[in-house]
């Protein structure tokens, strides 16, 4: 059996802890505990995917009343979130409790926006909404009715969703079993 080539895989850890992205942090450190059993590797591979289980183990809420259907979810362009498809109309939640911290319609591109703000600096973020039920300032409970689906570009009815973690976005799959 070949020994490990420490400096090789000190290397690699030095390139990928340089990953810009959460996203790329988690998908480096699977592949690192894939292929590796140097001590130092193992130990920021586990670090970094702890972090990912923990946001995942806050069972959060689907935003929309109704369970999602996978092959109706698209990625927003140019925005850094999901768009979910959806009947206009249809019953928006808030993922989990916390403290409205926008809603209006005064950013650009979002329709009615609401911004939930909840516990470990997590905000969660519902555009196109046809109405807002919920105002400034309101605290609100998971799988409280905040909105209403509206249309988006073109006049589809869908939700957009997005997740921010101290300010930086996020993949929302990450944080949903």
């Known amino acids: 059996m070949r020994e490990p080539n420490t400096a090789f895989e000190e290397k690699l850890l030095s390139a990928i802890t340089g990953a810009k992205t959460p996203e790329e942090e ?12 140097h001590p130092t590797l193992v130990a920021w591979s586990e670090s970094i995917l702890g972090t990912a289980e923990s946001h995942q183990s806050s069972n959060l809420s689907w935003p929309l009343e109704k369970q999602p ?50 516990s470990d600096d997590l905000i969660s973020v519902y555009g196109n909404n046809y109405s807002n039920y919920v105002k400034e300032g309101q605290n609100v409970k998971k ?12 006049n589809i009815p869908r939700l957009y969703f997005e997740l921010r973690h101290k300010g930086e976005a996020q993949d929302p799959f990450l944080y949903f079993k």
């Open 26 to 37: 988690i998908r480096s450190a699977t592949w690192i505990q894939a292929i590796t059993n």
């Open 143 to 154: 799988g409280e009715l905040i909105a209403s689906v509206g249309e988006s570009t073109g």
């Open 69 to 118: 259907n996978y092959r109706n979810l698209n990625y927003a362009n140019h925005k850094q979130g999901l768009l979910l498809n959806a009947k206009l109309g249809d019953p928006v939640v808030a993922i989990d409790s916390g403290k409205v911290v926008y809603s209006g319609n005064g950013i650009n591109g979002y329709g009615n926006l609401i911004l939930i703000e909840h």
